[in-house]
């Protein structure tokens, strides 16, 4: 599989069973948790882009198909890993069917798990990640795809920063 090379081999703890990787989502969307527009971003924000590399590079990324043919090929330094039921099997990426075959692949690589939309995506990952990186964008943007509802009370913030255009704030699921 792609990647596997960069990784070697997965992790362990001290008893030799397999640990489970963190499973988080990435997503910027705006305060009407706006996140696309016809297939694209609503915005362009490099500085999102480069926190987005950074956060994810060396990582496990798990998308939706749109999102895929948005990005228009695979996301560089990560294991790409694709959610479908129509793409043909394509060697550069690894195709699941379903969330939790998706799930079951990312857990196998053993490196942390961002899962990077689109809203479908999203909807069935906030079921189970145990942390959000959320960009909140400012401004008002128009589009058609949108962020599912969250319960942040059942969020703790655990780090914030602001950046030109946004402000960058993680959160950690309650216990
Ligand atoms: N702001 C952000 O952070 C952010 C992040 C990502 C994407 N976006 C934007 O969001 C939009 C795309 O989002 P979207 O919600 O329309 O599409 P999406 O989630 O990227 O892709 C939906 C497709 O993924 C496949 N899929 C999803 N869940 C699946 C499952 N459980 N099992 C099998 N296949 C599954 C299906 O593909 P098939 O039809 O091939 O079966 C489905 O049609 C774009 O505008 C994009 O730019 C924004």
Known sequence: MQFLHVFGSQPRNLTG???QPVLALIAALDNQRLIGARGELPWHLPEDLKLFRQLTVGNTVVMGRKTFDALGSPLPGRHNIVLSRTLDDRPEVT???????????SRQIGRPVFFIGGASVYRKALEIVDEMHISWIAGDHRGDTWFPEVDFSHWRVVEERDFEGFRYVRYRRKP
């Open 95 to 105: 195709l699941c069917r379903t969330f939790s075959q998706a799930l079951a692949a």
């Open 17 to 19: 069973t397999m640990r």
